[in-house]
């Protein structure tokens, strides 16, 4: 079973941010959160990890909790192309060490 | 650019026969690759751990003799799906590694099998 909670769906208006929320109550102290998005037929691509300080690269920032159980993705300003399943996995070393397992995602859906 | 390069990306067969799905690491060296499954709607599900030179690692209840794993080079891994059903029909996808934790998914293959 996964590990993380998120909402099955979410809207986002062209331009405006997109904050996706995970709940990763269970999170072990080794296991980084990871986000992976699924554009439709298509394999998953890589957006952003942390541990417990915030990141953001050219994608995305990733919040993370102080207490480390909760997340959110943040598209600054998402596009129409931004339209994907989006899925936050929580995971040592990449799941180098076993499975990467996806939950079900938020389809976040930006509209014009 | 692509770090990971999957072949085909669509195949349509005959019940029977067997497809090949190639997947080839281009920026790095990967001693381990993996393959998922995923059904229309559904989320990704790990098959098997492909090992370079060594059997795969296959999750429970992936048969390994219909879902054959060869892993000859630490860049290439392939993923044979024998006597094909319409039941196999499905979008198949690897994964690699990256050096940063990250991993990267190849374009993934939707298999069609009439």
């Known amino acids: 079973d996964a590990k993380t909670t998120q909402p099955p769906s979410m809207d986002c208006a062209e331009g405006r941010a997109a904050n996706l929320p995970c709940n990763h109550s269970t999170i072990s102290g080794n296991e980084y959160v990871y986000w992976y998005r699924q554009i439709h037929s298509q394999g998953p691509q890589y957006i952003i990890h942390?541990?417990?300080n915030n990141e953001t690269n050219e994608m995305a920032s990733l919040i993370i909790t102080e207490d480390r159980k909760s997340s959110t993705l943040i598209l600054p300003h998402a596009t129409l192309r931004d339209t994907a399943v989006y899925y936050c996995?929580?995971?040592?070393?990449?799941?180098?060490?076993?499975?990467?397992?996806f939950g079900k995602g938020t389809k976040l859906s930006v509209k014009p | 650019g692509a770090v990971v390069s999957q072949h085909p990306s669509r195949v349509i067969c005959k019940s029977g026969t067997s497809v090949k799905i190639e997947c080839r690491s281009l920026?790095?060296?990967?001693?381990?690759m993996f393959w998922y499954r995923q059904f229309p709607k559904q989320s990704l599900m790990l098959m098997a751990t492909s090992n370079e030179g060594s059997k795969a690692t296959y999750e429970q209840g992936v048969e390994k003799d219909k879902f054959l794993i060869n892993h000859a080079s630490l860049t290439l891994s392939t993923l044979t799906v024998t006597s094909a059903h319409p039941e196999d029909s499905s979008f198949y996808i690897c994964r690699v590694n990256g050096p940063n934790t990250e991993a990267f998914f190849g374009q993934g293959t939707r298999l069609t099998v009439v």
């Open positions: 942390g541990l417990k």
């Open positions: 996995i929580v995971s040592t070393l990449g799941g180098s060490q076993g499975n990467l397992i």
């Open positions: 920026d790095f060296q990967a001693t381990t």
